[in-house]
């Protein structure tokens, strides 16, 4: 095949599945790496590119293949394919502790998450994963206290590394392809925001017991007969009374002073008349 002149090839679909070592970097070429994984493939897996990383230090199950649809789906945490590690730590794992890495985290921004933790030893658990977040299981453990000694990718879906050894790899079949397209397509159960990102319930007011306040008859619906016969009688202190009955009456009051400005008026009118 040409395109603009020049010749492309066309590969045809290949998925392998490489038993990483420690060690080695996952790319294909890095002036600071002093080993690549394409050191321990054979010159015709140059097309493929690996799905997910694992760091130097990590070891297991990594999976590399030139499907791009593939790819995007194995590695997109809304397609719930579970990531196993076994994780050995450097003292003992409690329940307390699982409780917390449970909870979720932040980092760099983005929240961090399991989806099961559970001991295999006092130091050594196995964790799964959806996501893939750089360094996840070493920072989530690292804020926890914890230094990992050895981690180790086991499974992926429904892929193990039953039969490969350590720098080994060996191509899927297509029994292998339609067991993970499967695993793919199944249904997925609806997760829970972390715990810490959940926002406290506000009570509702059937919730609370007893009145949030009392309310206060209206003046309105209050009949005259519940009112009080002394009722008129407080309206008007005996003070109020005695003010009202030596004020003079409007017929009795002298007249008002003219103010100055008044004054100043009439003068003026004067002069000019």
């Not at 599945?17 to 394409?38: M, Q, W």
Request: hydrophobic share 35%; net charge positive; proline share 7%.
């Amino acid at each position: 095949m040409r395109l603009s002149g020049r010749v492309i090839h066309a590969f045809a679909p290949r998925t392998i599945v490489l038993n990483k070592p420690a060690g080695y970097t996952c790319t294909r070429s890095d002036k600071h790496a002093e080993r690549t994984i394409f050191d321990l493939l054979p010159s015709d897996t140059g097309h493929l590119f690996h799905v997910g990383r694992l760091d130097k230090d990590s070891e297991g199950l990594l999976l590399l293949t030139n499907d791009g649809i593939l790819a995007q789906d194995l590695m997109h945490p809304s397609k719930g394919v579970d990531k196993e590690y076994e994780v050995i730590l450097d003292k003992t794992f409690t329940d307390r502790d699982a409780a917390s890495l449970r909870r979720g985290t932040w980092i760099e921004g983005s929240v961090a998450r399991i989806e099961s933790v559970r001991n295999l030893a006092p130091n050594k658990i196995q964790i799964i994963l959806h996501q893939g977040i750089k360094r996840q299981i070493r920072v989530m453990l690292g804020q926890l206290g914890f230094k990992v000694k050895r981690l180790t990718r086991v499974r992926l879906g429904p892929l193990t590394l039953r039969g490969i050894k350590p720098g080994s790899y060996r191509d899927l079949r297509k029994e292998d392809l339609e067991i993970l397209q499967k695993a793919l397509k199944a249904p997925k159960p609806k997760k829970e925001k972390p715990a810490f990102l959940r926002k406290p319930r506000a009570k509702t007011l059937s919730a609370i017991k007893g009145p949030l306040f009392t309310a206060m008859p209206s003046s309105s619906k209050v009949s005259k007969s519940t009112r009080s016969p002394n009722s008129a009688k407080s309206l008007t202190s005996p003070r109020s009374e005695r003010s009202l009955a030596t004020r003079p009456d409007s017929k009795d009051r002298p007249p008002a002073k003219p103010s100055r400005k008044a004054k100043t008026s009439s003068s003026q009118t004067r002069d000019r008349i």
